[in-house]
C-alpha cells in the first residue's frame, strides 16, 4: 500500500509519516515543501490546484494552516483565509482523492468537534458533535464532506492534544512552556487531554490495514490527562530544577472513551511515553545552553 501524508512538515504529520516509513510502509508526502524523510515528495497546498494523487492507494490528512502555537483561535484576525484553506482546501483535496482513484482517506480531526458539551460529559464517538469555536466547526464540516464521499472508505479521528519526542528543526508544542518554567516566570494553570504520537501514528497504521469494508467512519483517540504542574514537577526532576510549580487547573477537560479503536487491538502506552520525550527535551535545553 502507498500512502500519500500531506503536513508531514508539520511535527504531528511527521510522527505519523516516520512511524509507517519506520515499518516499511511505503510514504509519499504532500506539501509545500519535501519533508525531513527520506521519503518521495510532490507539491500540495490547501490554497492551490488538487495534488497528483496518482498510484496513491491511502490518504492520510494531516495538514492544517494556523496560527502558529494556536488550533482554537488560530484563525488570528482573518477568519475568512483560515476556512478557505482549511475547509475548501480540504474539500478539493477529498474531491481530487475521488477522481483519482484513492481508496481509503483518513482525516485528522478534532476533539474540538465536541467543544460545546458542558464539563462532565463523557464524549464519545455516539455523541452528536456540538463544536462551540470555528477550528472545531472546520473539523466538523470536513468530516461530514468525507462521510457522504463515494467510493471511499474513510475515516475522522477524533484526537486529543499529540505529543512525542523533539524533531531537528522543528518547534515543539511544549517550547514556550518549558522556556517559561526554566526562566522562573510564571505558569498559568491548565489541564489537558494528550496522546502519544507514536499512538496516534499506530492506529493509523491499523485503520488503513483493516480489511475493505471495516472502516469506521469515526474514531476517538486520547490517553492521558495531563496536569501541567504534574507535568512541570515530572520535568524538573529529570532537569535538576528547582521552580515553583504553577497550582494544580480548576477545571479539566472532558474525558474522551476510547472504546471503538480499542475494540480493533489499539492500546495506547500512558504515562510511560512522558518519560522519554521529557528526557530529550531537557537535553535539547542543556545542549543548546552549553
Given at each position: 500500500m502507498?500512502i500519500g501524508?500531506?503536513?508531514?512538515?508539520g511535527?504531528v504529520?511527521?510522527?505519523?509519516a516516520?512511524h509507517?516509513?519506520?515499518?516499511g510502509?511505503?510514504?509519499?508526502?504532500?506539501?509545500?515543501?519535501?519533508?525531513?524523510?527520506s521519503?518521495?515528495?510532490?507539491?500540495?497546498?490547501?490554497?492551490?490546484?488538487p495534488?497528483?494523487?496518482?498510484?496513491?492507494d491511502?490518504?492520510v490528512?494531516?495538514?492544517?494552516?494556523h496560527?502558529?502555537?494556536?488550533?482554537?483561535?488560530g484563525e488570528g484576525?482573518d477568519?475568512d483565509?483560515?476556512?478557505?484553506?482549511?475547509?475548501?482546501g480540504?474539500?478539493?483535496?477529498?474531491?481530487?482523492?475521488?477522481?483519482?482513484?484513492?481508496?481509503r482517506?483518513?482525516?485528522?480531526?478534532?476533539?474540538?468537534?465536541y467543544?460545546?458539551?458542558?464539563?462532565?460529559?463523557?464524549?464519545n464517538?455516539?455523541?452528536?458533535?456540538?463544536?462551540?469555536?470555528?477550528?472545531g466547526?472546520?473539523?466538523?464540516?470536513?468530516?461530514?464532506?468525507?462521510?457522504?464521499?463515494?467510493?471511499?472508505?474513510?475515516?475522522?479521528?477524533r484526537?486529543?492534544?499529540v505529543?512525542?519526542?523533539?524533531?531537528?528543526g522543528?518547534?515543539h508544542k511544549?517550547?514556550g512552556?518549558?522556556?517559561?518554567?526554566?526562566?522562573?516566570?510564571?505558569?498559568a494553570p491548565?489541564?489537558?487531554?494528550?496522546?502519544?504520537?507514536d499512538?496516534?501514528?499506530?492506529?493509523?497504521?491499523?485503520?488503513?490495514?483493516?480489511?475493505?469494508?471495516?472502516?469506521?467512519?469515526v474514531?476517538?483517540?486520547?490517553?492521558i490527562?495531563?496536569?501541567?504542574?504534574?507535568?512541570?514537577?515530572?520535568?524538573?526532576?529529570?532537569?535538576?530544577?528547582?521552580?515553583?510549580?504553577?497550582?494544580?487547573?480548576?477545571?479539566?477537560?472532558?474525558?474522551?472513551r476510547?472504546?471503538?479503536?480499542?475494540?480493533?487491538?489499539?492500546?495506547?502506552?500512558?504515562?510511560q511515553g512522558?518519560?522519554?520525550?521529557?528526557?530529550?527535551?531537557?537535553?535539547?535545553?542543556?545542549?543548546?545552553?552549553g
Amino acid at each position: 500500500m502507498r500512502i500519500g501524508i500531506t503536513g508531514a512538515t508539520g511535527q504531528v504529520g511527521h510522527w505519523i509519516a516516520a512511524h509507517l516509513l519506520d515499518r516499511g510502509h511505503a510514504v509519499v508526502t504532500l506539501g509545500r515543501n519535501p519533508s525531513r524523510l527520506s521519503a518521495p515528495h510532490r507539491t500540495f497546498a490547501l490554497d492551490g490546484p488538487p495534488p497528483d494523487l496518482s498510484g496513491i492507494d491511502a490518504l492520510v490528512h494531516a495538514a492544517f494552516s494556523h496560527v502558529p502555537g494556536r488550533y482554537r483561535g488560530g484563525e488570528g484576525d482573518d477568519p475568512d483565509r483560515f476556512v478557505r484553506l482549511n475547509r475548501e482546501g480540504t474539500l478539493r483535496l477529498f474531491e481530487a482523492a475521488r477522481t483519482q482513484g484513492v481508496r481509503r482517506v483518513l482525516f485528522l480531526s478534532s476533539r474540538a468537534v465536541y467543544g460545546g458539551w458542558p464539563p462532565g460529559t463523557p464524549l464519545n464517538e455516539a455523541l452528536p458533535p456540538r463544536p462551540d469555536a470555528l477550528y472545531g466547526q472546520v473539523k466538523l464540516d470536513a468530516e461530514e464532506a468525507l462521510a457522504a464521499l463515494p467510493g471511499i472508505e474513510g475515516t475522522s479521528l477524533r484526537a486529543t492534544g499529540v505529543y512525542g519526542p523533539p524533531v531537528a528543526g522543528m518547534p515543539h508544542k511544549w517550547d514556550g512552556l518549558l522556556d517559561a518554567f526554566h526562566a522562573g516566570a510564571r505558569v498559568a494553570p491548565r489541564a489537558g487531554t494528550e496522546l502519544h504520537a507514536d499512538d496516534l501514528a499506530a492506529a493509523v497504521a491499523l485503520l488503513l490495514t483493516l480489511p475493505p469494508g471495516r472502516m469506521p467512519a469515526v474514531v476517538c483517540l486520547s490517553d492521558i490527562l495531563l496536569d501541567r504542574r504534574d507535568l512541570l514537577a515530572h520535568y524538573a526532576r529529570i532537569a535538576g530544577l528547582r521552580r515553583p510549580l504553577p497550582p494544580a487547573a480548576a477545571s479539566v477537560p472532558n474525558a474522551m472513551r476510547t472504546d471503538r479503536i480499542a475494540a480493533l487491538g489499539w492500546r495506547p502506552r500512558g504515562c510511560q511515553g512522558l518519560d522519554p520525550v521529557l528526557r530529550a527535551l531537557a537535553v535539547a535545553r542543556i545542549s543548546a545552553n552549553g
